[in-house]
């Protein structure tokens, strides 16, 4: 079975398929040259005896006793072509040594009917063609026949078929060999590319394939195959991230949660300090909790059972109801939350879902900004768009942050404050808000604040939205 394998292979099939269309290429060319070349040969055959009629009657020579001769004395045999004239009572009165040579038994009804017209009649080599025709030579009227035979024409057809008949067969032979090699040749950078590809393993994902040309067609397949391999990568290295990330956040509080039980277990002690315990252990079970949650959500947006729930939702209401919840943490720094609800911003979205990103954004910039500052959202629809911004004075995202903060447990304290969640907070808002067909975005300069602002499809119509303010 792996002995005949090769034939499935592109090269074998592109020389088949070569050499199919090099047959029908070549059957069809030999056809069309073959017939061209028939109808060729015999029409100068036939034009040449025509010549030989007009040619015949002006050669005629009358000697003094009256009677009509041609080529006298003439040894010439170009000048003795096959030549019989006979007169209007059906008597030869001259033929060439040819012509007595070579008789041929239907001139004599051909003469009859001699309307210069030619025909074929046949011979014993090859078939003879004759053209009958009146003329009038001395005052004479007489017929004259000249003949040609088929033969030499035949002999030259026969040379022409026999080039064609193996000249062509023969080149479609070599061009298709030539083809295969072309076709090998062609295919080794993709047959050394694929023995590459194979070898690439989930621990060798840093290898890639050798382009030997970029621009043609197997180095662009090289050069996508590469990209997909930076992607695949990139996603091993994140979830590798992800993978250890979530372990140590959760070792964290479970070792918290063990030594505050180790602890209550070292004797005896007073009600009051049990409940201290208890209340700590509480406390991180509770973080772990949250930190489960979130994981939940992200792992349930990655393999895409967070089906929104679509309902309409007016974004000003929605930040209304979320700074009514969530001013008391503000109320702790003595900030204020501002809501500006420019206009009514109709968008089409899982109200829970989008929450739950809005409030991580909210929280964050109540966590992120100084304490007696003022942080305003902004709710409106531009064009076929509705908005929710988020403005706060705080320490701002330098630009190669500003991509950073979204991946997962991502976390810089920019206060240095140690005020500082798990980094989920945005990876979890930025699903929830692709999740519900919208985008998040970050403005920030260092320094000045940040405005993270959330552009969701309005409930109808089109335009860009305005930056922030
Ligand atoms: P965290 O739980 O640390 O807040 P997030 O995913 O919510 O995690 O945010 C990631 C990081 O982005 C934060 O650690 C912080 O450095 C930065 N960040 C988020 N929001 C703001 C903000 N409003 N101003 C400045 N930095 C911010």
């Given at each position: 079975m792996r002995r005949w394998?090769?034939?499935?292979?592109l090269r074998v099939r592109l020389t088949v398929s070569h050499l199919i269309a090099m047959l029908v290429v070549t059957t069809v060319y030999g056809a069309i040259v073959s017939t061209l070349i028939v109808r060729n040969a015999s029409q100068s055959l036939d034009d040449r005896l025509q010549n030989d009629f007009r040619w015949a009657s002006t050669m005629a020579q009358q000697n003094p006793e009256g009677r009509l001769t041609w080529f006298?004395?003439?040894?010439?045999p170009e000048n003795n072509p096959w030549l019989s004239v006979s007169n209007s009572a059906g008597q030869i009165v001259y033929r060439t040594p040819v012509a007595i040579r070579s008789p041929v038994p239907e001139s004599g009804w051909l003469a009859d009917n001699a309307d210069g017209s030619i025909a074929i009649v046949p011979n014993d080599v090859a078939p003879f063609r004759i053209v009958s025709g009146q003329a009038n030579i001395a005052g004479q009227p007489v017929i004259i026949q000249v003949g040609r035979s088929e033969f030499f024409m035949r002999e030259e057809l026969v040379e022409i078929f026999f080039v064609l008949a193996f000249g062509l067969p023969l080149s479609v032979i070599v061009t298709s060999l030539a083809g295969f090699w072309l076709a090998r040749r062609s295919l080794t950078p993709l047959e050394r590319m694929t023995e590459h590809a194979q070898a690439i393993t989930a621990d060798r994902l840093d290898e890639r394939l050798l382009v030997d040309?970029?621009?043609?067609e197997i180095g662009r397949l090289g050069n996508a195959f590469n990209a997909l391999l930076d992607r695949l990568e990139e996603s091993f290295r994140k979830a590798r991230q992800f993978t250890s990330d979530v372990s140590h956040e959760l070792r964290t509080p479970l070792t918290v949660i063990r030594s505050v039980g180790e602890v209550g277990l070292r004797g005896d002690r007073a009600t009051t300090d049990y409940r201290t315990l208890v209340g700590s252990m509480l406390e991180e079970v509770n973080r772990l909790t949250d930190l489960v949650d979130k994981l939940l959500t992200l792992s349930r947006s990655d393999i895409g059972s967070l089906k929104p729930k679509v309902e309409t939702v007016e974004l000003g209401e929605l930040a209304d109801s979320i700074v009514s919840d969530i001013e008391v943490l503000a109320a702790e720094k003595n900030q204020t939350l501002s809501v500006e609800r420019v206009n009514s911003a109709l968008c089409v979205a899982d109200a829970v879902v989008l929450r739950q990103a809005l409030v991580n954004i909210v929280d964050n910039a109540i966590k992120y900004s100084p304490t007696n500052s003022q942080i305003r959202i902004r709710t409106f629809t531009v064009g076929g768009h509705s908005l929710f911004e988020v403005q706060d004075p705080g320490p701002g995202i330098s630009p190669d942050l500003q991509q950073r903060?979204?991946?997962?447990?991502?976390?810089?304290?920019p206060n240095a404050s140690k005020n500082i969640g798990v980094g989920l907070g945005l990876a979890i808002a930025k699903s929830s808000v692709e999740a519900n067909d919208g985008e998040l975005v970050c403005e920030s300069v260092a320094g000045e604040g940040s405005c993270f602002r959330v552009q969701l499809p309005r409930k109808s119509s089109p335009t860009k939205p305005e930056g922030c303010r």
């Open positions: 394998s090769f034939l499935s292979t006298e004395g003439d040894e010439r040309d970029p621009r043609d903060i979204f991946d997962r447990f991502y976390r810089y304290d």
